[in-house]
């Protein structure tokens, strides 16, 4: 203010001619916008970790907050793996407050920790580059204990826990060759198993490993199925493939990683005051994620052992002239098609090998000889099991007599020896072309002139058989009954035009008529799609047609915000339109097996699943002729 006083005494003695106020404004401006850039350059930053427990139960979950005083332009830091913990990032919080002239400002980078064993970890410290300065934080230790035995942080939620036994007991998956010695280009069936014993699991992708060495083909559809080990009964999915080495020598398969998300139930002491928002949760992230808060996901990898496996090269004695690296055990059949042709005319050799082992490997059977054939490249199709090679052919000479043999040659792994299958020569009769013999064609002689036909009618107009339809001259068209039909269409079509305007502009203006009326016919798709599902006995989407098609219906009937009420105020909505007490607790109830069936949806039984369907319809319809 003593700079402003100096401004306002030049102005009476006229050294500055503007108006006060816009000068003050100007001067506060240029404050407010130098001020933080001053602070952000030249201010300390100070980086600080902290956690919302120093003690937690195996599974549940921790809060890193990695803090940053004195700016806010710091992006997440990479904390890279954590010894003892799964993590997960949540996201940034920034802060800003004013005291007494002095601004602060910081930023915290939220990350959440899921302990994977029990006992003492230290997390930190950790560093981070920061305008051309390394800051670095404090070091926290953490102890992880059995389940039951840590209380929760603040008093506010208490994570599910897991078990007392490591993760890797309940959760782990394992990579199964069919056997660990196995020769050159030879076809290995693997198996790829994630075993989960009473835990909640989504997200689950594909396994990934790595097979230097190996050509491995694309996995197959997962199977599911549950199998015991040990006494306990484990849920698998098991993913197949099959792969052969490409050199030999001892060579290293895996590890195997299969990248999921562990579900973690949360208990809520107090639910009112969230929002219809968060009670819905939103479609981006699935329907039913976060539904109340219950759950939290935290990124887990499973990771198999690595294999050995010992490849042979293929032995060179005994090895055919024709061998070609075919390895598997086959067989083949060979047969010609058309066995009558003429010179020039294609001859179809179809050979089809048959069998197990790596069909990558099988190539076209050689033919003995070429002489006397045009020979073209051969068509191949692959089936399950076999592979189909047609070789065309076109004989040049009338003298052949027959088709000349192939021969095909593989090593089996079986016995470890070189076969070879011969097939042929197979009999064809050939013919000379057919003589089509000289074609004779019309011509006119040179003195001939063609006839000129007159057209009747072209020069003169010729004399009409029929004189047609007559007309009286001056008829009136107001009096013929078309006229008046086409008037009563136009002022039909004019009408309806009108009436659909209309309509049109009420839906455009009128927001809860437009709701109201959208209200049914949205539940009927929402209902026909549950139905859908319900027969295909798919819970998961079932659910989520029954959840939408509620949600939808209610916001939509009452014309309520998803993210402005709470289910109390849903509730009392419901009590003020005079809807009975026992259709708001099939309302409540519905929307509670919807939360449960989001992490668990095996809990539920054909019968029960039946049962939650009527109950949607019963309460859309009871709206319905109720009129609320």
Request: glycine fraction near 8%; charged fraction near 25%.
């Amino acid at each position: 203010m003593l700079y402003v006083d100096k401004i306002r005494e030049q102005r009476h003695f006229g050294v500055i001619r503007c108006p006060l106020s816009a000068v003050r404004y100007a001067v506060f401006a240029i404050f407010f916008l130098l001020y933080p850039l001053r602070y952000a350059v030249c201010a300390d930053v100070q980086f600080e970790a902290t956690v919302d427990n120093d003690t937690v139960s195996l599974g549940s979950g921790l809060q890193l907050n990695l803090s940053f005083y004195g700016a806010q332009n710091i992006s997440a830091p990479n904390i890279g793996s954590i010894d003892g913990f799964t993590v997960r990032y949540i996201g940034p919080s920034t802060r800003m407050s004013i005291v007494n002239g002095k601004i602060s400002v910081s930023i915290t980078h939220i990350y959440r920790l899921l302990p994977l064993k029990t006992g003492k970890f230290k997390i930190g410290p950790f560093s981070v580059n920061y305008a051309g300065k390394t800051l670095t934080s404090n070091s926290i230790t953490v102890n992880v204990v059995s389940s039951g035995t840590a209380s929760p942080p603040g008093g506010g939620t208490q994570p599910q826990a897991l078990n007392e036994k490591e993760l890797s007991d309940r959760i782990f998956i394992t990579m199964e060759p069919a056997k660990t010695k196995a020769y050159l280009n030879e076809s290995i069936p693997l198996v790829i198993k994630l075993y989960v014993n009473h835990l909640t699991v989504r997200d689950i992708q594909y396994p990934k490993f790595k097979h230097e060495g190996f050509s491995v083909a694309s996995l197959g559809k997962p199977k599911q199925y549950r199998q015991a080990l040990g006494g306990v009964l484990y849920d698998v999915i098991e993913f197949d493939t099959h792969m052969f080495a490409v050199k030999p020598g001892k060579l290293t398969l895996g590890p195997a990683v299969i990248k999921c998300s562990l579900v973690v139930r949360k208990k809520y002491s107090h639910r009112r005051g969230s929002s219809f928002d968060d009670l819905f949760g939103g479609f981006d992230n699935g329907i039913f994620d976060d539904f109340f808060g219950n759950y939290e996901l935290y990124p887990f990898n499973a990771v198999s052992p690595q294999i050995a496996i010992n490849v042979l090269p293929l032995p060179e004695s005994g090895k055919p002239a024709d061998f070609k690296g075919a390895v598997g055990d086959f067989r083949m059949e060979a047969k010609v098609s058309p066995k009558e042709v003429n010179i020039g005319d294609p001859v179809t050799l179809t050979m089809s090998i048959e069998g197990s082992g790596n069909f990558d490997t099988v190539t076209c059977p050689e033919l003995k000889t070429k002489s006397g054939f045009k020979v073209y490249q051969p068509h191949k199709k692959n089936s399950e099991g076999a592979k189909v090679f047609e070789q065309i052919l076109m004989p040049v000479s009338e003298g052949i007599k027959n088709i000349p043999g192939v021969s095909f040659s593989f090593f089996n792994p079986r016995d470890g020896r070189y076969h070879t299958i011969k097939k042929g020569p197979f009999p064809i009769t050939v013919k000379a072309s057919r003589d089509t013999g000289a074609k004779v064609f019309e011509m006119h002689a040179p003195d001939e002139q063609p006839l000129n036909i007159d057209r009747l009618g072209k020069d003169i107009v010729y004399i009409k058989e029929d004189p047609g339809r007559f007309k009286r001259k001056g008829a009136y068209v107001y009096k013929e009954l078309s006229y008046w039909f086409v008037q009563a269409a136009l002022l039909l079509v004019f009408v309806s035009w009108l009436g659909a305007y209309r309509y049109n502009e009420r839906l455009k203006n009128d927001v809860i008529y437009a709701r109201r009326l959208a209200a049914p016919r949205k539940a009927r798709g929402g209902i026909k799609a549950a139905q859908e599902m319900l027969k295909e006995n798919n819970t998961v989407k079932f659910f989520d047609a029954v959840f939408g098609t509620l949600r939808g219906y209610l916001a939509d009937r009452f014309h309520l915000p998803l993210g402005s009420i709470t289910q109390d105020s849903l509730d009392d909505v419901l009590k003020s339109r005079g809807v009975n007490d026992d259709v708001r607790n099939k309302i409540r109830s519905i929307l509670d097996d919807c939360d449960a069936a989001r992490y668990a949806p095996s809990e539920f039984s054909k019968e029960k699943l039946e049962n939650i369907f009527k109950d949607v319809r019963n309460v859309i319809d009871y709206m319905e002729r109720k009129k609320i």
